[in-house]
């Protein structure tokens, strides 16, 4: 099989071990939470109904006052039609600034890697993508 093997399982237990440890995890979520705070402070400054989500080391900015308290409420926010435009239209900013997002359902994670720096980057760049469509978001 393709995971089934011994070397599957060395790699698995030397990143379990070497590279995903408490500390990296608690450090990872811990740039979370900065990234949260920054989004959050971002929003609330440009008056936006829109609520900040932190799942450890994953931020998600939901384009509702408040958070959904459900899955099926959050995918009800992420299948509307002038969310996923925004969505869109943040990812195609984001990119060409050298920001990628690895997932479009999702916001943006903190890895084991991931540096204060990369943190400030990103809420420079969200700044920036606000200025651009909070008009837009307002008149609508």
Not at 32 to 50: D, T
Not at 92 to 105: K, Q, T
Request: charged share 20%; aromatic share 10%.
């Amino acid at each position: 099989t393709l995971y089934g093997n011994a070397l599957s399982l060395a790699s698995a237990r030397a990143a379990l071990s070497h590279v995903m440890t408490a500390r990296a995890c608690a450090a990872s979520s811990l740039l979370g939470g900065r990234l949260a705070e920054g989004l959050r402070g971002l929003i609330a400054a440009k008056k936006l109904p829109w609520s900040v989500v932190q799942m450890y080391p994953r931020v998600d900015v939901f384009f509702l006052e408040s958070a959904p308290t459900s899955g099926y409420a959050a995918l009800e926010e992420r299948e509307d039609t002038d969310n996923k435009r925004l969505r869109a239209l943040q990812r195609a900013f984001f990119a060409n600034r050298g920001i990628f997002e690895a997932i479009d359902s999702a916001g943006p994670c903190c890895s084991f890697v991931s540096t204060e720096a990369e943190v400030e980057l990103y809420l420079e760049v969200y700044a920036q993508f606000l200025e651009v469509v909070t008009p837009l978001v307002l008149a609508s």
